[in-house]
């Protein structure tokens, strides 16, 4: 009433502060008085590319070395900044950064660590660079392998037919080789198709669901698909063809994941995060608060290809050709999204992890 006489209007209650923390385009990083990370927000979530979960009470320098100027600050009890230092994610590579180093008060020993830079965006150019590359030798091979391929198989069918039935075995295994080549090709070249995806407003739970169905009556008999999620998600804006296809891929790896004989589990989660966004075109932040995470109980990819992962031809099968996730993290990339892989949480398990843009 007090306002009303004086003529002013009440503000509506904005964003809590966690709200707004989570939006902070900056990578905000808590530590304890040991140096264990005890808080981050979304941007150093996508810095360290790893979730909050695997990050919470890991050492500060387990995911991010330090050059020593850095570490000095941090030992300091006032405020440090360092411009320009180069860091190194175990995972990621080097980058470029400005470390802020904040005390926090009645806190002994704990600090607020602020990271500034275009980290976030050169993890995923590096990604994009590296696909651009995959998609030119995949066009070159395409065009230069497939006619003759066609030339070989017809010369065999002719071949066959006045051929003596010891000669006819050669011949159909040269046409089965040359299906199979012909076969790699083909997957080949659904890395050379640039044309943007035609995007619409989906539920993410129908797509979830029909995936479900499909890998539930073949490749999928051996494991039990289990379920957590949001009810209150929002639509997604994405290709629905291509996400279903992301899925099924994804939980076909995770299928053969589990040992010969053992049940395995997959989790299918789905969450929303506030402030997640990504580096776009001309500088723009594009958000993508949709998370959906497929996990199998699985030992996990070998250590020494875990950095690799979605690149092209990196399998950890003797018969894989590696080009399964790449293909995954290209059609998540045209969906206007990202896909990060990390093993988490006690036992350890392998969780895939995409963040989808929401629909407007």
């Known amino acids: 009433m007090a306002l009303a006489r004086s003529g002013l209007t009440a503000v509506p209650s904005g964003p809590g502060a966690d709200v707004l923390i989570a939006a902070l385009p900056s990578a905000l990083i808590v530590l304890d008085g040991e140096g264990r990370i005890a808080a981050v927000n979304a941007a150093a979530e996508i810095f360290l590319n790893a979730s909050s979960g695997y990050l919470i009470h890991k050492p500060f320098g387990m995911v991010l070395r330090l050059p020593e100027s850095c570490l000095a600050g941090l030992r300091e009890e006032a405020v440090f900044a360092s411009f320009d230092c180069i860091v190194e994610r175990p995972r990621e590579g080097r980058t470029r950064i400005d470390f802020h180093s904040t005390p926090l008060p009645d806190h002994d020993g704990w600090r607020l660590v602020s990271l500034h830079g275009a980290a976030a965006a050169q993890?995923?150019?590096?990604?994009?660079?590296?696909?651009?590359?995959?998609?030119?030798?995949?066009?070159?091979?395409?065009?230069?392998?497939?006619?003759?391929?066609?030339?070989?198989?017809?010369?065999?069918?002719?071949?066959?037919?006045?051929?003596?039935?010891?000669?006819?075995?050669?011949?159909?295994?040269?046409?089965?080789?040359?299906?199979?080549?012909?076969?790699?090709?083909?997957?080949?070249?659904?890395?050379?198709?640039?044309?943007?995806?035609?995007?619409?407003?989906?539920?993410?739970?129908?797509?979830?669901?029909?995936?479900?169905?499909?890998?539930?009556?073949?490749?999928?008999?051996?494991?039990?698909?289990?379920?957590?999620?949001?009810?209150?998600?929002?639509?997604?804006?994405?290709?629905?063809?291509?996400?279903?296809?992301?899925?099924?891929?994804?939980?076909?790896?995770?299928?053969?994941?589990?040992?010969?004989?053992?049940?395995?589990?997959?989790?299918?989660?789905?969450?929303?995060?506030?402030?997640?966004?990504?580096?776009?075109?001309?500088?723009?932040?594009?958000?993508?608060?949709?998370?959906?995470c497929i996990i199998d109980d699985g030992p996990g990819p070998p250590a020494e290809i875990v950095d690799h992962l979605f690149e092209p031809f990196v399998s950890s099968k003797s018969s894989g050709r590696g080009l399964g996730l790449a293909l995954v993290d290209k059609l998540i990339r045209d969906n206007g999204g990202i896909i990060q892989f990390a093993r988490e949480g006690i036992p350890e398990r392998s969780v895939f992890r995409m963040l989808l843009p929401r629909a407007r």
């Open 123 to 292: 993890a995923i150019g590096e990604r994009r660079t590296g696909s651009r590359t995959a998609i030119g030798v995949a066009a070159m091979l395409a065009h230069e392998i497939k006619n003759p391929l066609s030339g070989i198989r017809g010369a065999a069918q002719l071949l066959d037919a006045e051929a003596s039935p010891e000669a006819r075995r050669m011949t159909k295994l040269i046409r089965d080789e040359v299906d199979r080549v012909a076969g790699l090709i083909d997957r080949m070249e659904q890395f050379t198709d640039n044309r943007p995806l035609e995007r619409k407003v989906e539920n993410i739970y129908a797509i979830l669901d029909h995936a479900r169905a499909v890998a539930s009556s073949g490749f999928g008999l051996n494991v039990d698909i289990k379920d957590q999620f949001d009810p209150s998600l929002p639509p997604v804006l994405v290709h629905r063809d291509s996400m279903v296809q992301v899925i099924l891929n994804l939980l076909k790896n995770a299928n053969e994941a589990v040992p010969k004989g053992n049940k395995g589990t997959i989790w299918l989660t789905t969450r929303y995060r506030h402030g997640v966004a990504v580096p776009g075109e001309g500088g723009r932040r594009l958000s993508v608060p949709i998370e959906l």
